[in-house]
């Protein structure tokens, strides 16, 4: 099993985030996945510019890091977000990244793959944010599996207290768990359906104007 995970951090691998993530992933080491850390720190995957050429090609004409991650996420078997918490949402070098599928979203483009989410902050709110991650994660196709928090205010260094230390371990193993038993349910699943349909019934109506989409529904998502 191959696992991406990608941070939304201006500390990179160096900070909270990162330390919180690699603990999921020691996890999931632990079951026989292999894994792969991707940091956007800030500048390699710029905003959307809503030129909705993706829409009409399948592909963003913006020259910067986001199609080469995009593909690693699309070879891989799951994908893992992590960010801070900043200002009760997602950092916005995570946000640019999320913007940026835009078109993954109109054609549940990472269906079946497998997720969890990674929120630290200074003092809390992480669980909307963890939420939210998996939200995307459903309405893209995925599995979500679970996700972890932390505040970090008041703990020295990355000496995460050992309840936040077992979750985030076992929640890399239950990732590796439910991609070997091929799991489909998930909290997500109406909310996912209903967004399924909403993409269905936009890229239906916009046939003309988004002709990739239109074809990927016709020939990958069973469009009739
Ligand atoms: C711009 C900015 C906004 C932040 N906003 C919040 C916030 O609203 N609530 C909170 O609890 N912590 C907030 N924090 C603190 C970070 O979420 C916290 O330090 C986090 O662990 C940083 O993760 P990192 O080391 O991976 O970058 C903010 C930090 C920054 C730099």
Known sequence: MKIISIVGSPKGSAGSTAALLKIVLEG??????KTETITIKGGEVKPCRACDVCHKTGVCPQKDGFNAIKQKVM???ALVLATPNYISHVSAQMKAFLDRCCGVVHCIGFQGKYGASVVTSGGGDEEPIA???SDFLAITG????????SA???????????????????????????????????AHEPRAAQ????????????????PFEYKFWKECRGLK
């Open 195 to 210: 967004y399924r349909e909403r993409m269905r019934s936009l890229v239906t109506w916009r046939k003309e104007e988004w």
């Open 28 to 33: 999931a080491q632990s079951q026989g996945a």
């Open 142 to 149: 995925g599995i979500p599996v679970g996700s972890v928090w």
């Open 152 to 186: 970090m205010g008041q703990i020295e260094g990355y000496n995460f207290p050992e309840d936040t230390r077992k979750k985030a371990f076992l929640l890399g193993e239950n990732l590796v768990v439910a991609w070997r038993d091929k799991e489909t349910a998930h």
């Open 75 to 77: 070879e891989a078997d």
């Open 131 to 133: 939420d939210y991650l």
